[in-house]
Nanobody, 123 residues
């Protein structure tokens, strides 16, 4: 069983910063791409940022230049550094990872999601 556990959410004033963490835990697995998505009340879930195991990154247009995604492959952990936060960044942030479960005969790939962490930015 593999789990993604997020941490680091909270409340901050506009212009402030927060850092989110997402750690994958379990046994006999490897992590490929990781990413962050967010969902605000009444809106669809949207891409925030993704990062491959090799470190290639991709960002949603609304966060480019303000957010930075990174990862520590040894710790199976991804981070999201959020700077210059705006009230419109308020949402539940979800971690996502493409994970390979290593089996005796055939490995199994799957997409995993964390439980979500609330980020609230006040004006």
């Amino acid at each position: 069983q593999v789990r993604l556990v997020e941490s680091g959410g909270g409340s901050v004033q506009a212009g402030g910063s927060l850092t989110l963490s997402c750690a994958a835990s379990g046994s006999s697995f490897s992590v490929n791409a990781m990413g962050w998505y967010r969902q605000a009340p009444g809106k669809q879930r949207e891409l925030v940022a993704t990062i491959t195991s090799g470190g290639a990154t991709n960002y949603g247009d609304s966060v480019k230049g303000r957010f930075t995604i990174s990862r520590d492959n040894a710790k199976n952990t991804a981070y999201l550094q959020m700077n210059s936060l705006k009230p419109e960044d308020t949402a539940v942030y979800y971690c996502n990872a493409n994970i390979r479960i290593i089996r005796a005969i055939v490995d199994q790939w799957g997409v995993y999601w964390g439980q979500g962490t609330q980020v609230t930015v006040s004006s």
